[in-house]
Structure formats: structure tokens, C-alpha cells
């Protein structure tokens, strides 16, 4: 999506896949280290969700799907195995 970090699709890129990050370990029980970088793109993210009010509900959406995909791939692995 984003090209560059600081621009605002980069911000909702990851911002996508840090709410699909913490749906993920929150499903699966793993606790998630806090990274120094995070920091960083909390102000992007910050700004992002001031200009945007439904940045939060379509970052949470695509991050919902990819975790339904990454799902599928892993049941799809166990039941091939």
C-alpha cells in the first residue's frame, strides 16, 4: 500500500497488520514483546486515525480477512498433512 515510512498508507499498512498481529496472539495465547520502533509508528498511526475516523474500523477489517486467510492456509496444511 505505502511507499515510503511517514506517508499515510504506509501508516495504515502496518497499522493493518499490527491489529492483525495482536488479533492473532491474542487468539493463540502469545504475549507481544514491545518492539523500540513502535513508538514510531504510534505517531503515524495517531495522525492517521485523527484525519481518518474510519481508519479503525478499515484497518480492523482487512486485518480480520488476513487472519481468515491465514487460517485458511494453516487448516488447509493440516488437513494435507
Given at each position: 500500500?505505502?511507499?515510503?515510512?511517514?506517508?499515510?498508507?504506509?501508516a495504515a499498512e502496518k497499522l493493518v497488520a499490527e491489529i492483525?498481529?495482536?488479533?492473532?496472539?491474542?487468539?493463540?495465547?502469545?504475549?507481544?514483546?514491545v518492539r523500540v520502533d513502535h513508538a514510531q509508528y504510534i505517531a503515524y498511526w495517531l495522525k492517521?486515525?485523527?484525519?481518518?475516523n474510519l481508519a479503525i474500523f478499515s484497518?480492523?477489517?482487512?486485518?480480520?480477512?488476513a487472519v481468515r486467510f491465514l487460517k485458511s492456509l494453516a487448516e488447509r496444511a493440516r488437513c494435507a498433512a
Open positions: 500500500m505505502g511507499k515510503r515510512f511517514g506517508d499515510h498508507a504506509y492483525g498481529a495482536a488479533f492473532l496472539c491474542s487468539e493463540l495465547g502469545i504475549t507481544q514483546d492517521l486515525l485523527k484525519d481518518d484497518a480492523s477489517a482487512k486485518a480480520a480477512e
